[in-house]
């Protein structure tokens, strides 16, 4: 079937099976390849993008499904040549080790700034509740502590429920 | 044949090299004993004898990158790319499978998405299984495994089996260990035997004893192979040793820090093979670190947010880690490293692999102070076996203390004469415009390579297993604090303080994501974390069931860096990417022992292993 | 070629499920895509993905009707569902991790009948009745008959599930839940128990108590409701412990143990009551 769907801002169109995955759609057809594949079975999150919004396991959308919607990816994520602050922080904390995650985690974690979801919390809470929102993110090198630095300070630059952070 | 007794029982020959039928391997380590007799008399002599067993499981690395390769074949040389700690190791594979010289094959690294030794060995198979295809098929071929292929195929952590026999005099003082550690190697030789070796270099542990007695086997059953896995054999009998400590502190009635700290190496002590201890051995600190932060144990009793009641413990434990190769190792792999004067500064040429523990960054940081220039006219070039020099593996916490001490020398030689050049043509000023005036003449490439040099006074018998295991250790304590639901026997970590002492922290921040890192690896491992066999097959072969922490999982870590130098370490840095894999599991477990007052003696200690002591728990 | 299908409303929807049986019908996609590049492509694709008609969250007339197309995150963030359905609240957010919750819908954990699926007991306990249709019309289906097996369920092949409508429980009833997983997120269940208790003082009138992942299905446990009923919560908690064991038939697999999941179960209902006891205690 011939999809159109909106990616990174751009209209884009790919001739594709509808029982595709996304990931694969983004990864072969668009060359997008800043999302990973971890495992392919919604357990690991390497492959997170946000689509109409909220962000998903990239592995787990049929491309049918994408037609007419809008998607956001690792590479979406930087505006004009400037870093979102989220991965600004996971390079000044020292939140990424071998990078393979990197991608996903930076996507959801943006997506909890830019929303504010953990706006308002004192640190302590907005620790556990980054733990609870990002606990679809599988890291093996990091032991997690550097990411939860790196998101409670871009949540400090990123005015809440604004787009500020891009 | 999937049990270690029924292989070491010859149920089935699968292997026999002389070790005993089914013994991959052998080692002994004896000290101040000449024969098992004697041995047995301080046993018999002893005020008590303190004997237990203890049981961990295999554990997967579960790097989030699968194993990944692709090979093509050019003009009759074979390139291949792909995630890999060691592309040296795969050219040496390359070179006897495909009965060629040393250019005939090109191994590059691709950005390798984690490894924590899984990606050590077994990156050479899948590489052979590339290069075969590329040349039959006459195209590039790519293989990327799928998560299932990954986790049923390749190696784990060995399980192992550990029996521990501690002899204490009247004061406390150990006066004999006895270790026999047995651990499953798996249906192939894979790096068992080295892997075995340094599971008994630590297995008696960071305390003093005049008599020790270690015997380890690895032994062949029809499990998927067992291999390289961050802690290379030490985790395993550092869990064993620390929960014997720990049982002596109860016998005692000993607080469980200080008795650490009385027992514990120093200086001028000698470990189990007799290596006397001078430079660079943090005891002290570490314990002054550890106890600065320690604060009260939890509350013992309480109700979680589900309404269950909960009891708490506290667990600690003191551990080392020797780091670089065992024994000779470095001096046989004498590993090589180059800087050289490149088109815009200076270039880093060396094998070793980032793998996400920051090589290139500590690289860069080590060639730029010991050429006195800024970081960013450093360039550390990707390892490329045509392109570099053999540096050795991407292993054993050597890159930085080891290799990273061979560029330090490199860049200080290269410096010299740079600017010795620069003197002659009369020429001074910075050292980066000495290396563009360099780099403009059409004179040769001004390259300076190093090779180790091992410190002097190390000598090491492999005969006989006695002298310096290793040039130096790393020395670390480990505080838990646990909680445990009553209702689920679920066990989770509150708390947890590592202090490491790294010799020098060159990047804090990556030493700490380091420390960190191996910490959750170890605490999953303890908790759980597991690999289900089921005929020989992995049963649990996906992430879904193959667990590892998640962000919820893991607890706030709190990490302290102690810096006692090392003298040949570049600044004095010390390895540190494995030893805090070691310790937290035997901590998690004298924490839980803490809570309930019982005793967990293998791994994992999971909520299915808490409940089925529940009937012996001494609650109040 | 998969064919694919996004209708527009339920009546195409509805037309097109009689006139393919065979297409694969999916919605937020998190259980059917799993290892989707390995597996057969379907023959079509009837993709139910924010159908409008069936994505709702609504409050009205004593109960609450949730749409089969709701998310689980449309579900744990509404209002009303947090304060008169805590425990389906509690349990969509514990469904995966945020990207699971933000695709899956209540519809395919009802439809794909796991045991182990998270929102099923809670179902159970606050007594939910699935609305379902079909081009022959629509009907309802107390939740509590839905599930006939192993994965198998009171659905035929040309129907669609459209809503859950959740009665509002009385003043006098409280509801609990817990899930006890492979770890703290992103986890399979091991045991999960849901429980709807209505009381007069500390005595228990009526009560709902369901498990999932101690059986091929999940369950209401008739026993304990039956131990329970009349007495004061301490006995209650004790009657209902020993009635728990008999009721169900845990298994050992690769995530845990029959006599773990055995006794759990125990544990969990027991503490409903029991927990129950100390909040009026309050």
Redesign the interface.
């Known amino acids: 079937?011939k999809l159109a769907f909106e990616v990174n801002g751009e209209r884009r169109t790919v001739e594709t099976?509808?029982?595709k995955?996304l990931l694969?759609v983004l990864r072969e057809d668009l060359r997008l390849t800043g999302t990973?594949e971890?495992?392919?079975?919604?357990?690991?999150?390497?492959c997170?993008v946000e689509l109409d919004g909220?962000?998903?396991?990239s592995?787990?959308?049929?491309a049918?499904?994408c037609?007419g919607r809008r998607i956001v990816t690792v590479e979406g994520l930087a505006r004009g040549g400037v870093l979102h602050a989220v991965q600004r922080q996971l390079v000044a904390?020292?939140g990424a080790?071998?990078?393979?995650?990197t991608p996903g985690i930076a996507v959801?974690a943006a997506h909890v700034v830019d929303r504010g979801l953990i706006a308002g919390c004192d640190d302590a809470t907005a620790?556990a509740k980054?733990?609870?929102?990002?606990?679809?993110?599988?890291?093996?090198?990091?032991?997690?502590?550097?990411?939860?630095d790196a998101v409670i300070a871009a949540a400090r630059e990123v005015a809440p429920g604004t787009e500020g952070a891009r | 044949m999937f049990d270690v007794d029924a292989a070491l029982a010859g149920a089935q020959r699968l292997f026999d090299a002389g070790h005993g039928v089914n013994v991959f391997k052998q080692f002994v380590i004896r000290k101040g004993h000449a024969s098992d007799a004697e041995l047995d008399a301080v046993f018999a002599g002893a005020a008590h004898v303190i004997e237990g067993s203890y049981a961990t499981s295999p554990q997967e690395q579960m790097y989030v990158e699968p194993q990944a390769m692709m090979a093509w074949w050019r003009d009759g040389r074979c390139h291949i790319v792909g995630s890999m700690q060691c592309p040296f190791y795969v050219h040496k594979a390359m070179k006897v499978l495909l009965a060629c010289g040393a250019d005939d094959v090109e191994i590059a690294q691709s950005v390798t998405g984690g490894g924590f030794g899984g990606k050590e060995e077994y990156p050479s198979m899948i590489a052979a299984h590339v290069a075969l295809l590329a040349r039959k098929a006459g195209r590039a071929v790519k293989m990327v495994y799928d998560r299932d292929e990954d986790i049923a195929a390749t190696t784990k952590r060995h399980p192992c089996w550990t029996r521990h026999r501690l002899a204490v005099d009247a004061r406390g003082e150990l006066c004999a260990i006895d270790i026999d550690v047995v651990m499953d190697g798996g249906a192939y030789l894979t790096l068992s035997p080295v892997v075995l070796s340094r599971g008994v270099l630590h297995a008696a542990g960071p305390y003093r004893c005049p008599v020790v007695r270690v015997r380890g086997r690895v032994v062949a059953t029809n499990h998927p192979p067992h291999g390289a896995f961050r802690g290379f054999g030490a985790p395993q009998t550092t869990f064993a040793y620390e929960r014997q400590i720990q049982k002596l502190a109860r016998l005692r009635g000993e607080d469980a820090l200080a008795l650490r700290k009385r027992l514990a190496l120093r200086a001028g002590d000698t470990t189990a093979t007799g290596q006397l201890l001078g430079a660079s051995v943090g005891t002290d600190e570490v314990f002054a670190a550890i106890e600065s932060v320690a604060g009260r144990p939890p509350v013992r009793d309480g109700v979680n947010a589900h309404g269950a009641p909960v009891r708490r413990g506290r667990g600690v434990c003191f551990y080392f880690h020797g780091a670089g190769f065992t024994g000779s190792g470095e001096q046989r792999l004498a590993g090589r490293a180059t800087v050289a004067v490149g088109r815009n500064g200076f270039e880093v040429r060396s094998s070793s692999t980032d793998i996400g523990q920051g090589a290139i960054t500590i690289f860069t940081q080590i060639a730029a102070a010991a050429l006195g220039v800024d970081p960013a006219h450093i360039a550390v070039v990707d390892p490329t076996t045509s392109r570099v020099p053999d540096s050795g593996p991407t292993v054993a916490s050597r890159t930085c203390m080891v290799v990273g001490a061979v560029i330090d020398r490199a860049a200080r030689v290269l410096r010299r004469r740079l600017e010795a050049w620069g003197a002659e043509r009369g020429t001074s000023g910075p050292l980066v415009e000495l290396a563009r005036a360099y780099a403009a003449e059409p004179c040769a490439e001004l390259a300076e390579t190093a090779t180790y040099e091992p410190p002097p006074g190390i000598a090491w018998d492999d005969a006989t297993y006695t002298g310096a295991a290793y040039p130096v250790y790393g020395w670390a304590a480990c505080l838990v604090d646990v909680e445990i639901d009553l209702d689920t026997c679920e066990a989770r970590v509150l708390r947890c303080v590592q202090a490491v002492d790294v010799g020098k922290a060159i990047n804090p921040a990556i030493v700490r994501g380091q420390i960190e890192g191996g910490t959750l690896q170890a605490l999953g491992w303890a908790l759980l974390e597991n690999v289900v066999y089921r005929d020989g097959k992995v049963a649990n072969a996906n992430m879904t069931n193959c667990i590892v922490p998640t962000f919820a999982d893991a607890p706030e870590l709190e990490t302290l860096l102690v810096e006692v130098p090392y003298p040949f370490g570049p600044s004095g840095a010390k390895g540190v990417g494995e030893i805090p894999m070691d310790g937290p599991a035997a901590a998690v477990a004298n924490a839980v022992e803490d809570a309930l007052g019982v005793a967990f003696d293998e791994l994992p200690i999971s909520p299915e292993a808490i409940a089925a002591t529940r009937p012996r728990w001494r609650l109040p | 070629m998969t064919a694919y299908l996004r209708p527009r409303d339920l009546d195409e929807a509805l037309a097109a499920r009689a006139a393919h049986p065979d297409w694969m019908v999916l919605a937020g996609a998190t259980d059917l895509m799993v290892n989707a590049n390995h597996r057969a492509a379907p023959t079509g694709i009837l993709d139910l993905w924010r159908l409008a008609p069936i994505c709702f969250v609504r409050a009205a007339d004593g109960e609450i009707a949730i749409g089969a197309g709701a998310t689980w995150l449309e579900v744990e963030r509404d209002a009303a569902v947090c304060t008169h359905l805590a425990p389906l609240a509690a349990a969509a957010r514990e469904i995966g991790a945020l990207q699971i919750q933000a695709r899956a819908t209540l519809g395919g954990n009802v439809g794909t009948s796991s045991p182990v699926g998270d929102s099923l007991p809670v179902l159970l306990a606050l007594d939910a009745e699935l609305e379902v249709a079909s081009v022959r019309g629509r009907r309802r289906v107390p939740y509590r008959e839905w599930c006939t097996g192993y994965r198998t369920t009171r659905l035929a092949a040309d129907e669609l599930i459209v809503a859950a409508h959740l009665p509002l429980p009385g003043p006098t009833t409280r509801t609990v839940w817990r899930k006890v997983g492979t770890r703290r997120a992103q986890s399979i269940s091991k045991v999960m128990g849901a429980a709807a208790i209505t009381l007069d003082g500390d005595v228990v009138i009526d009560a709902r108590v369901a498990l999932g992942a101690i059986a091929d299905r999940p369950v209401r446990i008739a026993a304990v409701e039956a131990a329970v009923r009349g007495q004061r919560l301490a006995d209650a908690a004790h009657a209902a412990r020993a009635a728990v064991g008999p009721a169900i038939q845990p298994i050992d697999d690769v995530r845990s143990t029959a006599s773990y999941r055995r006794e759990v179960a125990e544990n969990l209902v027991a503490r409903f009551f029991h927990g129950m006891m100390q909040r009026a205690d309050r």
């Open positions: 079937m099976s509808p029982w995955r694969d990973k971890g495992c392919g079975e919604g357990e690991c999150g390497a997170t909220e962000v998903v396991n592995c787990l959308v049929a049918g499904q037609d904390c020292g080790q071998c990078g393979i995650c959801c620790r980054i733990r609870d929102l990002l606990a679809g993110n599988i890291c093996r090198c990091t032991g997690y502590q550097l990411i939860v």
